[in-house]
């Protein structure tokens, strides 16, 4: 069974960068679609992209563009998420989470399991 | 963007009640790609329900989907007490996007 594994707890100052890994073991990693949900503080679920590990080419959030960058690592199945600009909204948990299927082109679908999640803190 | 809207924000219900959670879209879900997700504080998200109405793997019966096009439903036909949590459903059939979530609460 396939576990995602993600990367400890970050502070950030703002205007900095943040780079949040996610290490796959027990499976296939190239062929699912790798996604990067967060979560503020006591708020709802929020997509900000994702990308299908064989293909490279990831998708992003509009909200997140120009903003977020995801790859993929296939030579250690780990998907990496850097957010710039950080200011104290981006103040969250991150989740990686993978597609059930492979739905092309963008690989969107239900996301059957998910990392344990990485706390992001942006404070001065 | 499809915008999801979720209804009741909270529900007060007592174990063994029956739960009828609701999902609005802002316009048609193609396909039927809605999914239903339960979280728990502290934890990660949770498949419960994915193309409307199919059960994820290991998810009891008592937790069902239906609906299509821009209305959708999540029913839990008997409350467990660990049931009770916040619920959010999720599209996607154009680009991705989660409601607000529904938090299910002992009355």
């Known amino acids: 069974q396939v576990q995602l594994v993600q990367s400890g707890a970050e502070v950030k100052k703002p205007g900095s960068s943040v780079k949040v890994s996610c290490k796959a073991s027990g499976g296939t990693f190239s062929s699912y679609a790798i996604s990067w949900v967060r979560q503020a503080p006591g708020q709802g679920l929020e997509w900000m992209g994702g990308?299908?590990?064989?293909?490279?080419?990831?998708n992003y959030a509009q909200k997140f563009q120009g903003r977020v960058t995801i790859t993929t690592d296939e030579s250690t199945s780990t998907a990496y998420t850097e957010l710039s600009s950080l200011r104290s909204e981006d103040t969250a948990v991150y989740y990686c989470?993978?597609?059930?299927?492979?739905?092309?082109?963008?690989?969107?679908?239900?996301?059957?399991?998910w990392g344990q999640g990485t706390m992001v803190t942006v404070s001065s | 963007e499809i915008v999801l809207t979720q209804s009741p924000g909270t529900l007060s219900l007592s174990p063994g009640e029956r739960a009828t959670l609701s999902c609005r879209a802002s316009q048609s879900v193609s396909s039927s790609y809605l999914a239903w997700y339960q979280q728990k504080l502290g934890q990660a998200p949770r498949l419960l329900i994915y193309?409307?109405?199919s059960r994820a793997t290991g998810i009891p019966d008592r937790f069902s989907g239906s609906g299509s096009g821009t209305d959708f439903t999540l029913t839990i036909s008997r409350l467990e007490p660990e049931d009770f949590a916040v619920y959010y459903c999720?599209?996607?059939?154009?680009?991705?996007?989660f409601g607000g979530g529904t938090k299910v609460e002992i009355k």
């Open positions: 990308i299908i590990p064989m293909f490279g080419t990831a």
């Open positions: 999720q599209q996607y059939g154009s680009s991705l996007t």
């Open positions: 989470a993978r597609a059930r299927h492979l739905r092309l082109p963008e690989g969107h679908d239900a996301f059957d399991i």
């Open positions: 193309g409307a109405s």
